[in-house]
């Protein structure tokens, strides 16, 4: 009897989540000695890379796949200028560095990271938002009742926001296959989703981050274009 209590239990806590209707368990936060500790790759740490001049005709058939951000931040002769464009875009190495990282990590269309952030908190780390019974804070407005092992600073530190806030990501779109429908799940939460009751204010959401994505990708293709030329 005690152990299908205990069932019970769990399975009404996996179908409730947190204030949100999300399920997702944010891992252990690192120890606090360590948990602001990063290295980030060597290949960021010169800024306003220039390409040999040449041409780069493999550059444009990248730009022509589904996911070509991540595919060329991966690649060695396009990687500062990857980090270049998104470090102009955000303003700072301390907001672009760690989204890229995570959204590396994570195996995540970086259009779809960065305008999840934009949309979220015009990339701004100290981004608060107050609800009736919880508090979203920092780059991707983490959620204080879904994240509730991390403190304060956790919140409000770039690296650690973006390492739950791709992670939480990487789960919405693990359950729902596209990009809208797993925005959908960030903002409304995996049980709305399910059961069709989006509220319209998620709708204008997943709407504002998909019409940001789709701009964000043409402002790229123009950047990476101009500094890779195919002929």
């Known amino acids: 009897?005690?152990?299908?209590?205990?069932t019970l239990l769990a399975l009404v806590t996996i179908l409730l989540g947190c204030s949100s209707g999300n399920p997702y368990v944010p891992s252990e936060p690192q120890p606090q000695e360590s948990s602001y500790e990063f290295s980030w790759d060597s290949r960021t740490e010169t800024q306003g890379f220039v390409p040999e001049s040449g041409t780069y005709p493999n550059v444009a058939n990248v730009l022509e796949e589904d996911n070509p951000m991540l595919r060329?931040?991966?690649e060695d002769v396009t990687h500062q200028v990857v980090v270049d464009f998104f470090r102009e875009l955000t303003g700072s190495d301390e907001i672009a560095l760690p989204m890229l990282y995570h959204a590396d990590r994570n195996d995540l269309p970086v259009s779809l990271v960065f305008a999840l952030a934009w949309v979220e908190s015009r990339f701004s780390r100290n981004a608060i938002n107050a609800n009736s019974d919880s508090i979203d804070r920092g780059l991707f407005q983490l959620n204080s009742k879904s994240f509730?092992?991390?403190s304060t600073d956790d919140f409000f530190h770039p690296e650690v926001n973006a390492r739950h806030g791709t992670d939480y990501l990487r789960f919405c779109l693990d359950y729902g296959r596209d990009h809208r429908t797993a925005v959908a799940i960030y903002n409304a939460g995996l049980s709305r989703v399910r059961r069709n009751s989006i509220p319209e204010s998620t709708q204008k959401h997943v709407e504002r981050v998909m019409a940001y994505k789709s701009s964000l990708e043409r402002q790229f293709e123009r950047y990476i274009r101009q500094r890779f030329p195919a002929s």
């Open 1 to 6: 009897m005690s152990m299908n209590r205990f």
């Open 72 to 74: 060329l931040y991966r």
């Open 148 to 150: 509730v092992r991390l």
